[in-house]
């Protein structure tokens, strides 16, 4: 239900101007509480530690190659007919996306989306919602399996054109049973969907539990208010609006650890800002928007997903907006230009600033740029000149993750900041639209055999230089297994320096 709206509720951040220049005492000064509530395997990879065939997670690529054939099962034509086993390479058609049952049982999903089927002795790919005749049980023995359709009988490739579930098992795993095959296995991804399903239901509410009860608490806030951070920018998941009964694999408490995170905010004088990183549909083929397989449908016409993200909008919004620690909140977190238009990003953009003007008159609405596109390409978009109050405009800035960073010297990453993404900086400032928030950055990069001084260095000058960004910025993330993606172990050896006046650049 809609609460009332309280205009001022943000003491701390009251005096921002909703022109394209603020001053320094309201840049935000924030670090990102990344794997907190929306899981990344590589930030903490203990996590999945419990699961039983940790590698068959929901949206591992898997190939089979047929032992007696030397060729690949294959989807002719990426999916819509019958499924062969006459490939003779390992490219899309021979590539499929696990769906996980059980840590034996899975479905298959072929490059079109539609899902390996056995409704009989035939196998094709043409159903778009796996069922039970979609569910196979694979048996492993080493980097060879066997897979068991659902009439009982194993897939064999006897014949080049031809897969059949007729096999009935009694050659073992000998190299002329047409029922093995090779299987390859990528493990692509590592989310909050891998790790709740990857365990059984119990399993994961244990895991899940434990996680986020402990790996941030309110020590970790007493830590940033005491080293001049003023914001912390809190991934959440589009189930977190569903709690206590998030649908499945999801697991419940991610509400309340949010709300414990506005309580330890309150008591140490920081503010919150709520970053939508996983919506509905999946916006990214990436594990942090919580897809399971790494099919991006958010923008797909005549699906639900745009409505429903804005009802999680509305929901977080109207949550929290009285909350004196209330920052504002991030529309969407990382949409990808080869999955999302950016006309339908704009109309949703607009569509989620009115439900959050529904509660907060004040409060800040981030929009983040695409993926994949320049920022520019939004900068004179949703601004004030246009009514558009307290919008600021996310921009991350990684050198990490392009062709252009590899194989580069600290000197030329350094020189980079000072000059490429200095410039880009003052041209978005500059250019009388939304304010411009440096939404992640962190301090590693991709120079080999770096020394301690040179990401000092490398540290000061992206401070130096994201510390103009005219709403401020905020380091990805908190804690991380690796050094220089951890704030509080970076600025604890020295790698990030505050000014002589206690204050960040
Ligand atoms: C903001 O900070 C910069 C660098 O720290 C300083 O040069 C500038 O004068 C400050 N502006 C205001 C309005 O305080
Ligand atoms: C393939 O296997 C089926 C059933 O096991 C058998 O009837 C058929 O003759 C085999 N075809 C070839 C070419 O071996
Ligand atoms: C595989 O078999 C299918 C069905 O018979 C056929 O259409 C296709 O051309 C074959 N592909 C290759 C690479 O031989
Ligand atoms: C399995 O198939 C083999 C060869 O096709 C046949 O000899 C055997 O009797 C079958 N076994 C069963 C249990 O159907
Ligand atoms: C399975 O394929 C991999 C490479 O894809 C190869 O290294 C391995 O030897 C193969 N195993 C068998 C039993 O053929
Ligand atoms: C979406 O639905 C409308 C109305 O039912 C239909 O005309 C249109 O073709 C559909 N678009 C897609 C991409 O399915
Ligand atoms: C980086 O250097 C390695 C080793 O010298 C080389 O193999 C690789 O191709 C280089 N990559 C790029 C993108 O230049
Ligand atoms: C940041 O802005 C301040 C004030 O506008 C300016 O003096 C300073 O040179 C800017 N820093 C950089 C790295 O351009």
Redesign the pocket.
């Known amino acids: 239900m809609p609460r009332p709206c309280f205009l001022l509720a943000i003491a701390l951040f009251s005096a921002v101007s909703t022109s394209a220049t603020t001053n320094n005492a309201t840049r935000v000064r924030s670090v990102s509480l990344g794997g907190w509530l929306v899981i990344e395997k590589w930030i903490k990879p203990s996590l999945f530690d419990g699961i039983v065939e940790p590698d068959l997670l929901d949206g591992t690529l898997v190939t089979f190659?047929s032992?007696v054939l030397g060729t690949y099962v294959t989807a002719a034509n990426g999916g819509g007919s019958d499924v062969t086993a006459n490939g003779t390479s390992a490219s899309d058609w021979q590539t499929f996306k696990l769906w996980r049952v059980s840590s034996t049982l899975f479905q298959f999903r072929v490059s079109n989306n539609q899902f390996i089927s056995a409704p009989d002795s035939s196998v094709s790919a043409t159903v778009d919602s796996p069922g039970q005749s979609e569910t196979f049980e694979i048996s492993r023995n080493?980097?060879?399996v066997m897979l068991r359709a659902p009439n009982g009988m194993y897939l064999q490739a006897n014949e080049s054109s031809r897969l059949t579930a007729d096999y009935n098992g009694t050659l073992g795993w000998s190299?002329d049973n047409p029922a093995v095959f090779?299987m390859?296995v990528n493990t692509v991804l590592g989310g909050e969907f891998q790790l709740a399903n990857g365990y059984d239901k119990e399993d994961a509410q244990t895991v899940f539990k434990k996680h986020r009860e402990s790996f941030i608490t309110q020590d970790d806030f007493k830590f940033l208010a005491a080293n001049a951070i003023n914001n912390v920018r809190i991934p959440i998941g589009w189930w977190i609006a569903y709690d206590p009964e998030p649908p499945f694999p999801f697991v419940s408490g991610s509400l309340e650890a949010l709300d414990n995170a506005f309580t330890w905010a309150e008591n140490t004088g920081i503010s919150v800002l709520v970053d939508l990183h996983a919506a509905p549909g999946s916006q990214s083929q990436w594990q942090h928007c919580g897809t399971r397989d790494g099919v991006s449908e958010w923008a797909k016409a005549n699906t639900s997903y745009i409505s429903d993200t804005l009802s999680v909008i509305e929901f977080l919004t109207s949550r929290y907006a009285s909350h004196s620690a209330f920052f504002g909140i991030e529309l969407l977190n990382e949409p990808t230009q080869q999955h999302v238009p950016l006309d339908v990003l704009r109309n949703y953009y607009v569509a989620g600033y009115s439900r959050v003007r529904k509660y907060s008159s004040s409060c800040f609405v981030i929009i983040c740029q695409l993926i994949g596109a320049n920022p520019s390409i939004l900068v004179d978009f949703m601004a004030p000149s246009d009514g558009y109050t307290n919008v600021a405009l996310d921009v991350h800035w990684y050198n990490l993750f392009e062709n252009r960073f590899v194989n580069t010297t600290a000197q030329w990453n350094i020189d980079y900041i000072l000059n490429q993404r200095n410039s880009d900086l003052q041209k978005l400032n500059n250019a009388n639209g939304p304010l411009i928030l440096v939404g992640e950055w962190t301090n590693e990069w991709d120079v080999q055999g770096a020394t301690m001084s040179d990401y000092r260095n490398f540290g000061a000058a992206q401070l130096k230089v994201f510390g103009n960004a005219s709403l401020g910025w905020s380091y990805w993330g908190l804690k991380s297994k690796d050094l220089h993606w951890d704030f509080e172990r970076t600025v604890e050896k020295g790698l990030l320096t505050r000014q002589s006046n206690g204050q960040w650049p």
């Open positions: 190659k032992l080493g980097g060879l190299s090779n390859t």
